[in-house]
């Protein structure tokens, strides 16, 4: 089994910042991409922020905004997010694509999620 644990989220001001992390434990040989994908109120869950290692893609809507980073011997992944909006509210839930050991088969988890509230 494996499991997500997030943190960082919260209330900032609009034009303020946060860091969110997501650190992944258990059955893991080995770890390929980690994201984040958001969900805010009566709308579906989106891709924020994706990376391999070697590639890394964003949403139209956080690019020159937010930046994904991973620290593959803490098994984390972390979220910088600059110049919030007030549409940056959302749950901010990460995922990670995993190869557990003793497997042939890559499995995606997810992290509880983690609020963020961009508000005055």
């Known amino acids: 089994q494996v499991q997500l644990v997030e943190s960082g989220g919260g209330l900032v001001q609009p034009g303020g910042s946060l860091r969110l992390s997501c650190a992944a434990s258990g059955n893991i040989f080995s770890i390929n991409d980690m994201g984040w994908y958001r969900q805010a109120p009566g709308k579906q869950r989106e891709l924020v922020a994706i990376t391999s290692g070697d590639n890394t893609n964003y949403s139209d809507s956080v690019k020159g905004r937010f930046t994904i980073s991973r620290d593959n011997a803490k098994k984390t992944v972390y979220l910088q997010m600059n110049s919030l909006k007030p549409e940056d509210t959302a749950v901010y839930y990460c995922?990670?694509?995993?190869?557990?050991?003793?497997?042939?088969?890559?499995?995606?988890?997810w992290g509880q999620g983690t609020q963020v509230t961009v508000s005055f």
């Open positions: 995922h990670v694509n995993v190869l557990p050991f003793g497997s042939s088969f890559r499995r995606g988890y």
